[in-house]
């Protein structure tokens, strides 16, 4: 926190609720995250509260009698705006975007609206119901041109994307995304080097390029396989680095997010041209994870980021 909160607040008597958990595909994720923050702001003599969300209310918040939450909550009611609106409504401050910030950043329908009304490069797309025939569907999909990006219309950690390059394969990648949600969100693929860029207090920090792997930057390669190499200030161009940061900063500006994000971003193969995938309203805390990894880069180690990003969420 900046010493004008210290003033304000005694950092051993202020209690940060660590909210974690939840109920939704990424809760295995999310208590990584959490226990991570709460340990981390122990580490600098912050008392911290972890708090095991369970339901879809804030009665875990209540009953912890926190002063102020640290949303450590990823996918369903943590990034999709509910959360954020009931802690508004108790009075509890938090950081990271407001509740219809977190609603267009979660729905990527909403999210590719607002790109496209932004002048934001990304990806051709469709909207699928899953209840449309296979047939019908394979043959939209090969008007529309392949290979094909299916992915839910709302999850996170690239849970239930599947990559479609033979229509054969088609009815499988529907089958995983109707797990999930009853609409399928698709993409045409775009081909070229995976980068993300964190997003700090209306700063862009440094691109960090993702290279798995696996076929893509998928959950497997995210959280479970060590072979995946993450690159800070990758070997490309300056010109092409500084055009992925400034369409990163105008993508979460275009959802209304604020505090911090992190953004993902295809450089495309043939002339490197950014096109944004998503914008990650909660990204990952832990030490492994993108943003805190972006933040060392700029000096900024993962304790006094975990301080800083709850100090946000205080008035000064």
Known sequence: MTDTLREKFDNKTIRIGILMGGFSSEREISLKSGNAVC????????NAVPVDIKTPSAEGA????????FIAMHGK?????????????????????????????MDKIITKKLFIQAKISTADYFVMPLKTPLEKAKAFVESFGMPVVVKPRSEGSSVGITIV?????LENALNICGQYQNEALVEKFIKGREVTVGILEDRALPLIELRPKREFYDYIA???????????????????QEEAKATALRAHRSLGCRHFSRVDVILREQDNKSFVLEVNSIPGMT????????????????PHLCERLTGMSLPI
Do not use: C
């Open 39 to 46: 340990k981390a702001l122990a580490s600098l003599g912050y």
């Open 62 to 69: 209540d009953s912890s009698n926190i002063d102020v939450a």
């Open 77 to 105: 009611f943590g990034e999709d705006g509910e959360l954020q609106a009931l802690l508004e409504a108790r009075g509890i401050p938090y950081a990271g975007s407001g509740p219809q910030a977190s609603r267009n950043a």
């Open 165 to 169: 390059k033979d229509i054969t394969e």
């Open 222 to 240: 995210k959280y479970k396989d060590d072979k995946t190499e993450y690159i800070v200030n990758p070997d490309i161009a300056k010109e092409y």
């Open 287 to 302: 030490e492994r994870s993108l943003l805190p990894k972006a933040a060392q880069a700029m000096g900024l180690d993962f």
